[in-house]
Each structure stands twice: as structure tokens, then as C-alpha cells.
């Protein structure tokens, strides 16, 4: 609904601008200028800017585009009846003057709205190039006196204005002190066009200044927030409302408001030239702004600045629970990990504390039968070799899950490796303890590694380095393999980073085509929440 709409309008635009295009063209063509197409052509596109920039300015700016409009029409009245010729001139005047209301917001805005008009209906006026200098002179002035006085969101209309005004009144001047200074004539032409270029110049400024009102500012304020800082907000809040001296406080569990910085924001006293908008969430007091008298005299722009605020505050509200869930999410996978190596230890204990124990005492009974000759000594023979490989087998398993020289510190560990590796391997590093997780997963990104050569690299030789920096722990295994390890291809490499990854480490793979293996393990020695 709301798209057809907008499409409505905009045809509706296109149709007026077309409407003006064709009133303006028969209008130049029935002036005496048609057959100097230097003369008619450059007014034709005046007027239609003056028109089209009208009609472009958003509806919640009326008045601007309203006289936009007025200003087109009086330019093409001018050509058509001379007595009219510089009304255009009046309507941009009221417009830079009450920008972006209608009425002037003073008796001396008034006054300065009611002498555009005159000045611009009275054509001697416009014969004197004195004049025109103090008509050029007098308007800057009355836009600089707007903006010494404005305060808020005015001091920003006042200043968009003043810019406009001080390009007008330029050409003005140049002009007239042109025309002054070559009185033959051969400057005419040329200020003409300077001044048409400074109309269309003032129209398009204006349409660009006021094409966002302030309260649509404020929410795309919150958009661009993102990452900013704290304090970031009253900046930005201060800078789109004109007020300097603006402040944000918020509630704190204690009833008092404080700043960014911790520091107290008090509510200004009656008369302080201060006011105190309170800002409230969930229909309870939520934060407090404290600004100029002048700054807050829209609804809109309340309505606008509250909910900038409880958005900006939303979003820094949950970007803390983010980062709260984060750790906790950290410190539970931490916890499944010692969980596992927990449940790992005592399967490994009740291995060899009940299963290994009960094969190793049949094999006594074996020995025992074969010594007494109460079986066939092939049958007895037979059975101690199934329970032999039982054993081993057995054993494997139980160092595979977690080994009991871990205990001891991991070099001894990493030596019990080394020494079941059929994998010839060189081993160095200090000899020292360290926190039981970190050994635990220092182990396991060996003897995973290992387990990989040894499966799949066709390696000869292997290398296990252990070096300690001041806050990591650092284990680099190396093969001679054919390489081309891909971690995509199988559990044990994607095991083996989760592991790394879940104790806050890194975990490196430089695998290249016939060129070996190497893993790099960077384990932190003291924890840190991510």
C-alpha cells in the first residue's frame, strides 16, 4: 500500500514538472528574448530548479518546499509581466529568513520579510546598483542576526540559511560592483548568468540541507552508533541538536543519573535557561537529558531523541549479555573438556584396576596349568598367546584414552609415547609441570599427530618440540610424509582443533603436497575469557 503510494507521488511530481516545463517554455516564447536563445534558454531552467526543487523537498519540510515552488512561479511571472520581474526575490528572502517555518520567529524576521517584498516590487529599487549593494548587504545581515540570536535546532536552519543568503547576496554584489566599474554594458550579460546560477545554487543547497529533518537524523544516528564507544551518543546527540552542552545521564540502580564517565548529571534548577527531558522504558524512568531551553521545542524531536537513547542503551545493554553468554558458553565447553578427561581417567583405572587385573591373574592360572600338565600344552599355548594379544590390546586402549604417565608431567607422558610409537620419534622440550588441562591437551595434539603420520602420511621419522613463551605453551609436531593433510577429510584433525580451540589455544596446519606435516599448538598457561 504504502509503495503504491510513493509511486503515486512521485508521478504526481513528474506531472507538475512537466506541467512547468511546458507553462515555462510557452511563457519564454512569447517574450521578446525567444530569438536569443543565450537569454531564454538559462531562465527556462531556473524556473523549473526553483519549481523542481519544490517538489522534491520531503513533505515533512512544507513550508521550504512550498515557497521553492512560489519562487519558480514568481521567476516565470516575471518574465511574463516586468512589473514582477525581481518577485522571485521576496519569496526567496521570506524563505532564507523563516527557514524552515512559514512565519518569522521574531518582529525584526518580520520586518526584514516585509522589506524583501517591498524591495522587490518596487523596480527603481533594482535601477540603482547602490541599491542593489545594500539589498544584498541588508539580507546577510538579517540571516547573521537570526543566527547570533538562535538557539538549538534553529542555530542549524539559521546557518544553512546564512549560506544560502551569502551566496545570493554575492552575485548580488559582484554584479553590481561589476556594473559600476564597466558602466558600457558588456558586463550585463555575464551577472545575469552569474546571479541565475546563484538562484539555482541557493535552491538545490536547500533541498540538499532539508532533505533529512532532524528527527529522521536521530535514527539514523542510532543505525551508525554500531561499536562507538561510550559518550559516543551525547556527542553525536549534541552535534545533530545544536547544543553543545547537552548531557545524558542514566538511571542507576541507586536512583541517581550518571554520565558516560561515572559522573553525576543534577536536574537543572527552574530559570537556569536548562531543562530536563526524562527519557522512560517500559513506562519507568530509564535516562535523563539535560539541554538548552530552546533545543526541545518539537514533539517530534522528544519522541526522536527518546527513542534514540533507549535504542543506543538497548544495544549496549545486550551487547553486555552477549558478551556475559559468551563466557559462560566458553566456561562450559572448558567444563565438558575436564568432564570428558574426568570420564576418561576413571574408565582408564577401571581398566586396568578390573579387566586388565582379571586377564593377568587367568595367565598366572595358564602358567600354573601348563607347569602342572592338567591341559594339552598346544590348547594352554594357544590360550596364553589370545590372552597375550587381549593384554595388549587391552593396554592400548587404556593408554589411548588417557596415559597413566600423564601423572608424572607431559615429557614423561610424551616419552611413554615415543617409546609405543612404531614411528621412529625425536622429542624435546623443558621438563616441567604444568596446569593439568593444558598437559592433557598438549598430549592429546601429539598423540593425535602421531596416530596421523603413522596412518596415512607414510612418514619415517617424526619430531615432538616443546617450548614454553611467558604465556603459552607451544607444541610443534613434524613428519616426513607425503603431506596434503586436509581437516575436512576427517574427524581426528577437527578433533584435535575443537580440543585446542575449547582450552583458549590456536591451532596451526602446514601441510603442503610431499612435503610433510607440521602441527603448531599455541596452549595459554592462565586462562583468559574470551
Request: glycine fraction near 10%; charge should be neutral; charged fraction near 20%.
Amino acid at each position: 500500500m504504502q509503495d503504491r503510494a510513493a509511486d503515486a507521488g512521485q508521478a504526481a511530481r513528474w506531472g507538475a514538472l512537466v506541467v512547468a516545463a511546458a507553462a515555462g517554455l510557452a511563457i519564454e516564447r512569447g517574450s521578446d528574448s525567444w530569438s536569443e536563445p543565450v537569454l531564454w534558454v538559462p531562465d527556462l531552467l531556473v524556473g523549473l530548479v526553483l519549481v523542481g526543487a519544490g517538489l522534491v523537498v520531503p513533505r515533512e519540510q512544507p513550508a521550504i518546499g512550498t515557497l521553492l515552488g512560489l519562487a519558480g512561479a514568481a521567476w516565470f511571472l516575471g518574465t511574463l509581466w516586468p512589473a514582477a520581474l525581481f518577485l522571485h526575490v521576496g519569496v526567496i528572502v521570506h524563505l532564507l529568513v523563516t527557514a524552515p517555518a512559514w512565519r518569522p520567529r521574531s518582529p525584526l524576521d518580520a520586518a526584514a520579510v516585509v522589506a524583501g517584498y517591498g524591495a522587490a516590487l518596487s523596480m527603481p529599487w533594482w535601477q540603482s546598483d547602490v541599491a542593489v549593494v545594500a539589498v544584498a548587504l541588508g539580507l546577510v545581515a538579517a540571516l547573521a542576526r537570526g543566527l547570533v540570536r538562535a538557539r538549538g535546532t534553529a542555530r542549524r536552519h539559521r546557518l544553512v540559511a546564512l549560506r544560502a543568503g551569502a551566496g545570493l547576496a554575492s552575485a548580488l554584489l559582484v554584479g553590481a560592483v561589476a556594473r559600476m566599474l564597466f558602466p558600457s554594458g558588456a558586463v550585463v550579460l555575464p551577472a545575469l548568468l552569474l546571479y541565475e546560477l546563484a538562484v539555482c545554487a541557493v535552491a538545490v543547497g536547500l533541498v540538499l540541507a532539508f532533505r533529512h529533518p532532524v528527527a529522521a537524523r536521530l535514527t539514523d544516528l542510532v543505525v551508525e552508533l554500531g561499536d562507538a564507544r561510550s559518550g559516543t551518543l551525547r556527542d553525536a546527540l549534541a552535534s545533530t541538536l545544536g547544543d553543545p552542552s547537552l548531557e545524558v545521564g542514566h538511571l542507576t540502580p541507586g536512583g541517581q543519573y550518571v554520565d558516560a564517565q561515572g559522573a553525576r548529571v543534577h536536574v537543572p534548577t527552574p530559570g537556569a535557561g536548562r531543562t530536563a527531558t526524562l527519557v522512560e522504558r517500559d513506562g519507568r524512568p530509564f535516562a535523563l537529558l539535560v539541554h538548552d531551553d530552546a533545543v526541545l521545542d518539537e514533539p517530534a524531536l522528544v519522541a526522536a531523541v527518546a527513542a534514540a537513547t533507549r535504542l543506543a542503551e538497548s544495544h549496549a545493554t545486550l551487547r553486555v549479555d552477549v558478551g556475559a553468554r559468551l563466557v559462560e558458553l566458553d566456561a562450559s565447553r572448558r567444563r565438558l573438556l575436564l568432564a570428558a578427561d574426568e570420564e576418561q581417567a576413571r574408565l582408564e583405572r577401571r581398566l586396568r584396576g578390573g579387566a586388565e587385573r582379571r586377564l593377568e591373574s587367568l595367565e598366572a592360572l595358564l602358567a600354573a596349568a601348563a607347569a602342572a600338565s592338567v591341559a594339552p600344552a598346544e590348547h594352554v599355548d594357544r590360550a596364553r598367546r589370545e590372552l597375550a594379544h587381549t593384554l595388549d590390546d587391552l593396554r592400548t586402549l587404556a593408554q589411548g584414552l588417557r596415559p597413566r604417565e600423564l601423572d608424572q608431567g607431559l615429557r614423561g607422558a610424551l616419552l611413554a609415547l615415543a617409546g609405543r610409537s612404531p614411528l621412529p620419534l625425536d622429542l624435546s622440550g623443558p621438563d616441567e609441570r604444568y596446569d593439568p588441562d593444558v598437559e592433557a591437551t598438549a598430549w592429546f595434539v601429539c598423540a593425535e599427530a602421531v596416530a596421523n603420520a603413522v596412518k596415512h602420511s607414510a612418514a619415517t621419522r617424526a619430531s615432538i618440540v616443546v617450548s614454553r613463551r611467558p604465556d603459552d605453551l607451544v607444541v610443534t609436531v613434524a613428519d616426513d610424509g607425503d603431506g596434503g593433510a586436509d581437516p575436512s577429510r576427517g574427524t581426528g584433525l577437527r578433533g584435535m582443533a575443537d580440543r585446542v580451540d575449547a582450552s583458549g589455544g590456536s591451532l596451526r596446519l602446514v601441510s603442503p603436497t610431499a612435503g610433510g606435516t607440521q602441527v603448531t599448538a599455541e596452549l595459554p598457561l592462565c586462562r583468559h575469557p574470551r
